[in-house]
Protein backbone atom coordinates (compact mmCIF):
# COMPACT_ATOMS: atom_id res chain seq x y z
CA UNK A 1 0.00 0.00 0.00
CA UNK A 2 2.79 2.40 0.68
CA UNK A 3 4.50 1.94 -2.43
CA UNK A 4 1.72 2.84 -4.22
CA UNK A 5 0.97 5.68 -2.53
CA UNK A 6 4.79 6.06 -2.87
CA UNK A 7 4.67 6.14 -6.52
CA UNK A 8 0.82 8.57 -6.90
CA UNK A 9 2.95 11.23 -4.60
CA UNK A 10 6.17 11.04 -6.89
CA UNK A 11 3.82 11.56 -9.84
CA UNK A 12 2.26 14.34 -8.82
CA UNK A 13 4.78 16.16 -7.80
CA UNK A 14 7.07 15.67 -11.01
CA UNK A 15 9.68 12.99 -10.17
CA UNK A 16 10.64 10.80 -13.55
CA UNK A 17 9.78 7.51 -12.78
CA UNK A 18 11.19 4.15 -14.67
CA UNK A 19 7.99 2.00 -14.62
CA UNK A 20 4.18 3.13 -16.03
CA UNK A 21 2.80 0.78 -12.93
CA UNK A 22 2.89 1.24 -9.53
CA UNK A 23 2.87 -2.52 -9.05
CA UNK A 24 6.95 -2.36 -10.79
CA UNK A 25 7.95 0.15 -8.86
CA UNK A 26 10.86 -0.47 -6.55
CA UNK A 27 10.74 3.14 -4.52
CA UNK A 28 14.82 4.79 -4.14
CA UNK A 29 15.57 6.13 -0.43
CA UNK A 30 15.25 9.73 -1.94
CA UNK A 31 13.42 10.76 -4.87
CA UNK A 32 13.29 14.60 -6.19
CA UNK A 33 10.55 16.12 -8.13
CA UNK A 34 11.60 17.60 -11.32
CA UNK A 35 11.73 21.25 -10.58
CA UNK A 36 14.01 20.27 -7.50
CA UNK A 37 10.77 21.86 -5.30
CA UNK A 38 9.54 18.69 -3.37
CA UNK A 39 11.78 16.44 -1.97
CA UNK A 40 10.02 12.58 -1.00
CA UNK A 41 12.25 10.73 1.55
CA UNK A 42 11.22 6.41 1.70
CA UNK A 43 12.03 4.45 5.04
CA UNK A 44 14.39 7.08 6.24
CA UNK A 45 15.23 7.49 9.79
CA UNK A 46 14.83 11.28 11.33
CA UNK A 47 17.16 12.91 13.40
CA UNK A 48 16.30 14.11 17.04
CA UNK A 49 17.50 15.39 20.07
CA UNK A 50 16.45 12.18 22.32
CA UNK A 51 16.07 9.05 21.51
CA UNK A 52 12.78 8.14 20.21
CA UNK A 53 11.82 4.50 19.11
CA UNK A 54 10.58 3.88 15.67
CA UNK A 55 11.20 7.38 14.47
CA UNK A 56 11.09 5.71 10.80
CA UNK A 57 8.05 6.75 9.17
CA UNK A 58 7.15 5.24 5.83
CA UNK A 59 6.96 8.65 3.67
CA UNK A 60 8.52 11.99 4.51
CA UNK A 61 7.22 14.71 2.20
CA UNK A 62 9.37 17.93 2.44
CA UNK A 63 8.66 21.01 0.46
CA UNK A 64 12.26 22.82 0.45
CA UNK A 65 10.38 26.29 -1.20
CA UNK A 66 7.92 26.03 1.67
CA UNK A 67 9.17 24.27 4.41
CA UNK A 68 6.95 22.40 5.18
CA UNK A 69 7.38 18.50 6.28
CA UNK A 70 5.03 15.59 6.15
CA UNK A 71 4.99 12.44 7.79
CA UNK A 72 3.14 9.48 6.26
CA UNK A 73 2.92 6.35 8.64
CA UNK A 74 0.52 3.99 7.63
CA UNK A 75 -0.61 0.86 9.11
CA UNK A 76 -3.71 -1.62 8.19
CA UNK A 77 -4.76 -3.87 10.65
CA UNK A 78 -5.28 -7.69 10.25
CA UNK A 79 -8.75 -9.00 9.51
CA UNK A 80 -9.40 -10.91 11.90
CA UNK A 81 -8.61 -8.17 14.37
CA UNK A 82 -10.75 -5.66 13.38
CA UNK A 83 -13.52 -8.58 13.57
CA UNK A 84 -12.64 -8.85 17.07
CA UNK A 85 -12.65 -5.29 18.34
CA UNK A 86 -16.25 -4.72 16.22
CA UNK A 87 -17.46 -7.98 18.11
CA UNK A 88 -15.82 -6.63 21.65
CA UNK A 89 -17.47 -3.49 21.30
CA UNK A 90 -20.97 -4.77 19.98
CA UNK A 91 -20.76 -6.77 23.14
CA UNK A 92 -19.54 -3.97 25.10
CA UNK A 93 -22.93 -1.68 23.96
CA UNK A 94 -25.26 -4.41 24.24
CA UNK A 95 -24.38 -4.66 28.14
CA UNK A 96 -24.13 -1.29 28.69
Given at each position: ?77 GNR ?16
Amino acid sequence: MCIQLQFNICKKIGVKLNNKHWYDHVPNSVEISHEGKVTTLWNQQIQTDRTIPNNQPDIIIHGNKQGTCTLIEAAIPGNRNVIKKEAKETLNTKTS
